[in-house]
């Protein structure tokens, strides 16, 4: 089989060299009247549907006309018609077969003549149906490709794809519940009746919002420009799930640069994974007014893991004014307090929380009580910005005798546990040692990673190489006494669903070491999928932060009001004042019915901004922490063991 191979090879090879002997013909253009029709009827064919339907009204109005002039001029008809009769009776016999049997009686030679022409218009009915048909079909491959133009104003544009993309677009939902037909458009590189299906899927509710997608590049300007992005609200720049999703997020954010024009146009939100590539981003944007808000993943998740581990319930809160259910954070430029203090500032609305003063791009949160509110804009708490206008003042009274007197405890070194490493590992131990008093302890324990433990101040940390699912590790490296346990999932290492599933298991023998100890110990979790936030209830934890979903509720308030961000910062930096809940009875006696307002007050009085209450009694079932924030002034609470209120203080 070899050598009859090799001998084909040959043989191919001398024909070859033969055909390469022969004289080459060289084919000259051709330049006669032939050639010339030829070259633009190519042309006019090439221009799609319009031309072929062209084409077919041009033949038919040929052949109508050529049988007509045929009908007259040779008297086949018994009763003679004129031309335009004639016409109309040939246009009736090219377009419809069933006028031909309607010629009884009449002349053979006019029969058949009418045949003739009833089947050349069948052929081209039936080409005129079949180019109708293929247009159709081509325009909607097109309209499924995603490629039309979106014609919209004041709408919410969306680049990129990612799990977030869901939360997203639920919150610009409810956002646009006010407004009078709101859209969402979306541009990703992926297939268009996809990115609507697994919209519709995700988020069944939209709450009147058009979500519109389109198939494209965000980085090419010619794709961009798709979602009309110089007249909408907003922009949203998500970070997807490539190798170099900052790359192609900058590129993005330079297409759009090089549409919009530079004193005006919509807000620009961006989604970065890397802290490294922020300045570069913000180079960007640095001749837009406001710039261009950006939100490090990496880091916001690092510090909120932080925050919410140093307190049972904090999750809630955040969680409570960073999505748009419930109550949020808006800024009133409005208001008859400007000879007011800040303490004055706290009672005066009845339904409105008031956290902190604004004045341009510099916000200060929970300032001194004595703090004269001048010209400076409010920051509130609040149902939704439609009640900022019409907003009730309090009457609620103080009741200054149920206030109680602590003086707080003094920072002590504590013992703290991380099960698992992950990207933002280092960052969660820089801002845990920021917390941390002196001689506090800190053991990590993980079986994937190289972790890199960076160099703290307060904190003695302790690296364990061993499974973080094996029972034995665990009761010996969680000891009841201990402060807190963060257990942080594998994403570096391993997919979302496994590295979830890793840390549920991880989960339920932590909570079952603490519980055999009758400790009260919080345990918070990391977790990738905002699905899996039910399950982790299953193992009674005291809360659960998903990665995407906390950055993506912020992305959709940025969006909303760029003004928001020194708000987030100041809220997740150690500097300045920070969430706490405290015991209730270090504010008014227990056991006591008293007003909301009276709370604020006692809160007040210590240098602190009361924003909530936290009870086992508002715990929905599944939860062992329930949180309620913007409490009405007049409302009244009780004080008992185990309950605390939700402050904005520094440490």
Not at 162 to 174: C, H, K, P, Q
Not at 384 to 399: G, H, K
């Amino acid at each position: 089989m070899a050598r009859n191979a090799q001998a084909l090879q040959r043989r191919t090879a001398e024909a070859i060299a033969q055909r390469s002997d022969l004289p080459v013909r060289t084919r000259t253009a051709s330049t006669g009247l032939r050639a010339r029709l030829r070259y633009g009827f190519d042309n006019t064919m090439s221009r799609g549907t319009p031309a072929l339907v062209a084409w077919l009204f041009a033949v038919t109005v040929l052949l109508v006309v050529v049988f007509a002039v045929i009908d007259v001029v040779s008297g086949m008809r018994r009763d003679q018609l004129g031309f335009w009769e004639a016409a109309f009776q040939a246009l009736l016999h090219a377009l419809d077969p069933g006028t031909v049997a309607g010629d009884t009686g009449a002349r053979w030679s006019f029969i058949l003549t009418m045949l003739v022409l009833t089947v050349a218009g069948l052929f081209i009915v039936s080409a005129l149906i079949g180019v109708i048909a293929a247009g159709i079909d081509a325009r909607i491959a097109e309209l499924r490709r995603g490629r039309s133009v979106v014609l919209e104003s004041g709408h919410s544009v969306i680049l990129g794809w990612s799990d977030s993309i869901f939360t997203v677009i639920s919150e610009l939902s409810i956002a646009n519940e006010s407004r009078r037909r709101p859209v969402v458009a979306v541009l990703a590189d992926r297939d268009k009746v996809e990115m609507e299906e697994e919209i519709r899927a995700k988020v069944p509710d939209l709450r009147g919002t058009r979500v519109v997608c389109r198939s494209g590049a965000p980085s090419d300007i010619d794709d961009l420009a798709i979602l009309s992005p110089t007249s909408a609200r907003s922009v949203v720049v998500l970070s997807g799930d490539g190798a170099e999703p900052d790359r192609d997020v900058i590129k993005a954010l330079l297409a759009l640069r090089s549409l919009l024009a530079v004193d005006e146009g919509p807000r620009v939100v961006a989604q970065l994974r890397d802290p490294a590539n922020l300045e570069v981003a913000r180079l960007i944007g640095r001749d837009r007014p406001g710039g261009i808000s950006l939100l490090d993943i990496r880091e916001t998740v690092a510090k909120l893991v932080v925050q919410t581990s140093r307190q049972s319930g904090a999750a809630a809160v955040y969680r409570e004014l960073f999505d748009y259910e419930g109550d949020e954070i808006y800024f009133l430029e409005e208001h008859p307090l400007a000879g007011a203090t800040y303490a004055d500032a706290q009672l005066h609305y009845d339904q409105l929380t008031v956290i902190g003063v604004a004045q341009g791009s510099s916000v200060q949160l929970n300032p001194p009580p004595d703090t004269v509110v001048g010209d400076r804009s409010l920051v509130v708490i609040a149902e939704d910005d439609s009640v900022l206008a019409a907003a009730p003042r309090s009457v609620a009274a103080v009741a200054e005798d149920a206030f109680a007197d602590h003086a707080g405890e003094p920072a002590r070194p504590t013992h703290a546990v991380v099960l698992g490493w992950n990207e933002r590992a280092p960052i969660i131990l820089r801002e845990l040692d920021r917390y941390a008093a002196p001689g506090s302890t800190l053991t990590v324990v993980t079986e994937h990673g190289a972790p890199g433990v960076p160099t703290t101040a307060n904190l003695a940390v302790t690296v364990v190489e061993a499974g973080t699912t094996r029972r034995a590790v665990l009761d010996e490296h969680v000891p009841p006494g201990c402060d807190q346990v963060i257990v942080l999932c594998y994403s570096d290492d391993l997919d979302a669903e496994a590295a979830d599933a890793t840390t549920l298991i991880t989960l339920l023998h932590v909570r079952d070491i603490l519980a055999r100890s009758e400790s009260s110990t919080p345990v918070i979790s990391e977790m990738m999928d905002d699905r899996n936030r039910v399950l982790a209830q299953v193992a009674d934890i005291d809360d659960v932060v998903v990665s995407g979903e906390i950055v993506s509720l912020m992305v959709a308030q940025l969006s909303e009001d760029a003004r928001i961000e020194p708000v987030f910062h100041d809220l997740l930096e150690e500097e300045g004042s920070e969430i706490y809940l405290r015991p209730a009875e270090w504010y008014v006696a227990p056991g006591r019915e008293v007003s909301w307002a009276t709370v604020v007050e006692a809160a007040a009085r210590r240098g602190e901004t009361a924003i909530g209450f936290s009870s086992a009694r508002l715990a929905e079932p599944g939860s062992r922490v329930g949180v309620a924030v913007n409490l009405a002034k007049g409302e009244t609470v009780v004080a008992e063991p185990g309950d605390r209120v939700v402050v904005l203080a520094e440490l």
